[in-house]
Structure formats: structure tokens, C-alpha cells
């Protein structure tokens, strides 16, 4: 039995046989070919990329309205990257000078290509390199039965397996939905990455960023993954197969269980209402926030409407997917304003002249929009020009200082009055809240209250920033702990300054949908919790196993905690 960690990624257990989708370029044969066969090998190559042109196209059709349109500008990307003409010229003219087969030649061009890209300095274009590793590997998995490529299988051939892959595309992710698979590992990606959310959106459990350790599982060995712990468990003996059966059997049983929730009040044990709103990132994920009775999206992540295409989204593309996810919802929908930048490099377009050394603190969220009016404003006009369509709010970003908020509150006046003149109906009181996710902002809280409808603290920003760790370094993740004294004293300032201004206080960072914190968030005074809508029903059960009374009687002895074994054992006993 061999026992491999990683990031685990949506909830549950998966036990079944493992598939080795070999995305592995160093594997790709080289052998030489005859003189005379050079012109059928260019053929095959030909070939090879129409096929993998038209699985693209197809793909497109098959599944019509369900892609994103993120995921359709990627399709398409890919599709015009096939057609450029260098692909084959230059893979041809290696076969014919070197008499190679087509897969090696290709592979060849691919690699260059992908070193151009990871060379250039702007990371946008340098990110393009996985693109081109992407198309390369379509046209491989095309040509031969030995390269298996996702898609290249017949439909129903992954059902029940568990995917093993270097990484996913979303054009991968699209495939994967045609297939009952009931798992998948990845060499790549953090927690935070396409691939997390899928596994989320599935509920599948998944496990992420496994690097060179995925080398040491083959297809066919049975594995058990553990999303919520990141743990493999390859070829598994009797005992921790039961053990693990077991396990699942109750995840199973308490999931069920779970949905007698579904309908019943979000109150604790004391009579206190708690609102549960979910988080989003795309627009198709609110019908199941609505079938999950969320009271409304507390975070709508417009950014990744915003990746995977050239050009950035118009204020009028925008327009309609904010109507959309507002007429889904009858509860309101908090639309966060663009947090590109950081861990989310996307450009939509614009060209960036400067490498930040430091991304997470450089021009990023609310810094980046109030630098680029370009791409700002059309965001605000679609925004306010939604508002009609729904219960609308309206959420900014990273703020750290008023001189922000200044500038945001002259933009809208200036929005609002390009509107008006030009009789455009939209709701002028729009409320505007601000993400509390940099520490200067959770210590400066009653300034920021005072000056905003409502506040929503932002744990995964605000663990990264007062911890110093990088939120998408494994490296450090050791380091992440949402229950330091001073995350705990910081948040604590937050709801306080929140309730002194009468400003509603939410939290929509994965603190706020993690059960083991509920009750210690509940006891500092938080009576809005948004999160993963997957994760609502059980933070719904704590609350109305809970007295918060008697839990904010707790708080004086876990805020005066030091220790971190004395704060771990007073959570323990918070949650008992
Ligand atoms: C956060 O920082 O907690 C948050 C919800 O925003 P994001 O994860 O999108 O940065
Ligand atoms: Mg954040």
C-alpha cells in the first residue's frame, strides 16, 4: 500500500481503479522512418490535426448552450491555434530532414513552441505555454492509441474510474461531464485553480498538486482518495479498504441526512437567525445556490468570466450575464467587481508593460480597475445597468485605504449620470459593500463601515496578507491557520466595527463554509456566513445544534488563548 499527499478538493471519498491519461511528453516515442514513407507520415500528421480540429468543433456543438462562454473563447483559441499553418510546415520539415515519425516531430515543435512562451517575461503571454502544450497533446491523442488524450476514448470508457492527469483544461472538464467518472488526481494546480472549482461543481472529490508523486500510480491499481484530507491511497490492504468503505458509507449517509435540511430554518438553538448566502464564479452554478435555499449569493466572482479569452467581456456581454444571474435568483446577488491580477492573470486583452515582483501585492483588484477605467467602467455601467433586472449589490475588492473609496464613489456619480442622461433605467440605491480582506482595512474597519452599506470579510486574502503566505505556495501551506490570534482578533474588529456603524457584516472566504469554524464565528458575533454552496446544509446543521449564548460566553477564554495547542484543544471543545 502506498500512501501519496496532496491538496485535497471537494468533499468525499472515492474508491475505484485508476486511469493514467498519459500527458507525459518525455514518453512520446522516436523512431525513424522509411525514405519513401516520408510523405505518409506528413499525411498521417495532416490528419491528425483535422481530427483534433474537428473534436474541437464538435465539442462546441455537442454541448451548445451549457459552455460557459469562458470555456467557448478557449475552444475557439485552441481551434485557431490548430489552424495556424507553422504547426505542420515545421513539424514537416523535421520529418523530412530527420526521417522521424510524426507524434516525435510534433512533440518537438510543441516544446520549442511552449520554451518561446515561457520565456517571454510578460506573464499573460507566458501562461500561453500550457496552451500550446494543450493543442499539441489534442493532436496527439489524436494520432495514436498509445498517447491517450481525454475524449479520445468512447463514451462510458472512464465511467467509475478515477482520472489521473498532469492537468485539466475546461475543454477537458467539458469532456469529463460525458463520462461517470468518480474522482481525478493532478500533477498541477492549487486549490484555487480551474480544476478545484470543477471538482467542486461535480462533487467529486479530487486531489491537486501532487507534482512528481502521481509518477508512482499506474493504471489499474485501485485507489482510495480522501478530497477532504488530500490523501491517496494506492492498491490499499483489506483493512483500510474496510476502514475507508466505511467512511464513505457514512459521508454517504450524512449527506443524505443532510438534505432534510434543505427546507429548514438557518436558526441556532437560542432563536438567532443566521443568514447562509453561497459564493459563485460562474453563472450556471445559481440554480444550484437557489436549489440549496441559499439566501442569496454572497460572492459572485465576476473575474472568471473574464479567462481563457483574448478579448475582454463588453459592457454589453457583461449586461446579459448579470441579468441572467439575477433573474435565476430571488434573493440578492452580491456582484464583486473585477479581482483580476495575482493568482489571477488573465489580461482580456490589455497588453501589460510591467512584470509586478510581487503580484499579490502589486496592481491588483481594486488598485488594477481604478488604474484601468477601460476596463473598469464598462464592468460599473453593465453592474448598475443589471440592477434592474434583480436584488442587486455591488462589492469592491482589496480596499485598503478611503482614497479608494473616494475615487469608486466619483466613478459611480459619474456612471449614474452618463445613465441617467442617456435613459438607461438602473437602481440608484444600489448598495455597495467592500471585501475586508487586507489587514489594514480589518484594523481600520469602523472607517470603512462608515462609509460603505455593508462589509464581507475576505479570509483567504486576509489569512494570506496578516500570515505572510503566499495562498497558492504549498510550501507554506502549512502555515495557514484561520484560528491565529490575530486572524481572530482581526475579524473580531471587523464585526464590531461593523456593528457599531449598524453596517451588515458577511464573510465569504472558505472560513465562513468550514464546519470546524462555525461555532468560534458564531461566537465573535458573524451572522452572515457565505460559501461553496455544497457546504451550506452542514454549517446549517451546527448552527441549529448551537446556543450562541453560551458560545460567546466561550469567546473571553479562546481569544485569550496563546498557545496553539490550547487554542487547537478550545475549538475542540467549541465544537464538542
Ligand atoms: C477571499 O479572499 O477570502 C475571497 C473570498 O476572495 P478570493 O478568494 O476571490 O480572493
Ligand atoms: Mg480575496
Not at 489580461?347 to 508593460?353: E, F, H, K, Q, T
Not at 464613489?409 to 449620470?417: A, G, N, R, T, Y
Request: hydrophobic fraction near 40%; include cysteine.
Amino acid at each position: 500500500m502506498l500512501a501519496l499527499h496532496g491538496t485535497g478538493v471537494g468533499a468525499g471519498i472515492a474508491v475505484g481503479r485508476a486511469r493514467i491519461i498519459n500527458r507525459n511528453s518525455d514518453k512520446i516515442s522516436q523512431y525513424t522512418i522509411a525514405q519513401e514513407h516520408v510523405n505518409k507520415e506528413i499525411e498521417r500528421l495532416e490528419r491528425g490535426i483535422e481530427t483534433a480540429q474537428h473534436s474541437l468543433l464538435e465539442l462546441g456543438k455537442q454541448f451548445g448552450k451549457e459552455i460557459p462562454d469562458e470555456v467557448r473563447a478557449l475552444l475557439e483559441a485552441h481551434s485557431l491555434m490548430l489552424k495556424d499553418p507553422l504547426i505542420l510546415q515545421e513539424s514537416s520539415r523535421l520529418i523530412s530532414e530527420q526521417w522521424v515519425n510524426a507524434e516525435f516531430a510534433l512533440n518537438q515543435y510543441g516544446m520549442r513552441l511552449e520554451r518561446v512562451f515561457e520565456q517571454i517575461q510578460d506573464p499573460y503571454l507566458s501562461s500561453k505555454s500550457i496552451d500550446v502544450a494543450q493543442v499539441i497533446q489534442r493532436v496527439l491523442g489524436a494520432m495514436t492509441d498509445s498517447q491517450e488524450a481525454i475524449g479520445g476514448q468512447p463514451e462510458g470508457t472512464y465511467d467509475g474510474e478515477i482520472i489521473i492527469v498532469n492537468d485539466l483544461t475546461p475543454a477537458d472538464t467539458i469532456e469529463l461531464r460525458k463520462h461517470q467518472i468518480i474522482g481525478f488526481v493532478t500533477k498541477l494546480g492549487g486549490p484555487t485553480s480551474h480544476t478545484a472549482i470543477l471538482a467542486r461543481s461535480m462533487k467529486i472529490p479530487a486531489i491537486v498538486g501532487m507534482h512528481g508523486s502521481v509518477g508512482y500510480l499506474r493504471t489499474g491499481d485501485l485507489l482510495i482518495i480522501d478530497g477532504k484530507r488530500g490523501v491517496i491511497l494506492a492498491n490499499p490492504d483489506d483493512q483500510a479498504l474496510a476502514a475507508y468503505q466505511r467512511r464513505r458509507e457514512k459521508i454517504i449517509r450524512r449527506t443524505q441526512a443532510l438534505e432534510t435540511l434543505r427546507d429548514a430554518e438557518s436558526v441556532s438553538l437560542d432563536g438567532q437567525r443566521i443568514m447562509l448566502m453561497s459564493n459563485v464564479e460562474l453563472p450556471d452554478e445559481v440554480s444550484y445556490s437557489v436549489k440549496q435555499n441559499a439566501e442569496g449569493v454572497g460572492l459572485y466572482r465576476t473575474e472568471f468570466m473574464f479567462m481563457n479569452r483574448e478579448q475582454m467581456p463588453d459592457e454589453e456581454e457583461q449586461l446579459e450575464v448579470y441579468k441572467q444571474v439575477l433573474e435565476k435568483s430571488d434573493c440578492p446577488v452580491t456582484i464583486r467587481t473585477l479581482d483580476l491580477g495575482a493568482d489571477k492573470q488573465v489580461d482580456g486583452g490589455r497588453s501589460a508593460d510591467h512584470q509586478s515582483t510581487n503580484p499579490a501585492l502589486g496592481l491588483r483588484a481594486i488598485r488594477l480597475c481604478l488604474h484601468d477605467l477601460g476596463l473598469f467602467k464598462p464592468q460599473l455601467r453593465a453592474i448598475y445597468r443589471a440592477s434592474v433586472f434583480g436584488k442587486a449589490r455591488m462589492m469592491v475588492p482589496m480596499i485598503s485605504n478611503v482614497e479608494e473609496l473616494n475615487q469608486l464613489f466619483k466613478l459611480i456619480d459619474e456612471v449614474k449620470q452618463e445613465l441617467a442622461e442617456q435613459k438607461c433605467p438602473f437602481d440608484s440605491t444600489l448598495q455597495v459593500g467592500g471585501m475586508i480582506e487586507v489587514p489594514a482595512a480589518a484594523i481600520a474597519a469602523d472607517i470603512f463601515a462608515r462609509k460603505l452599506d455593508f462589509l464581507s470579510i475576505g479570509t483567504n486574502d486576509l489569512i494570506q496578507y496578516t500570515l505572510a503566505i503566499d495562498r497558492i505556495d504549498d510550501e507554506v501551506n502549512y502555515l495557514y491557520d484561520p484560528i491565529h490570534p490575530s486572524i481572530l482578533r482581526l475579524v473580531k474588529n471587523v464585526i464590531d466595527a461593523g456593528f457599531d456603524a449598524g453596517v451588515p457584516v458577511s464573510m465569504c472566504g472558505e472560513m465562513a463554509g468550514d464546519p470546524a469554524y462555525t461555532r468560534i464565528l458564531l461566537a465573535l458575533g458573524l451572522r452572515e456566513f457565505s460559501m461553496d454552496p455544497a457546504r451550506l446544509l452542514e454549517v446549517k446543521q451546527i448552527i441549529r445544534m448551537s446556543d450562541v449564548s453560551q458560545l460567546k460566553m466561550a469567546l473571553p477564554k479562546f481569544m485569550n488563548a496563546t498557545e496553539p495547542e490550547e487554542l487547537r484543544q478550545q475549538l475542540v471543545e467549541l465544537n464538542q
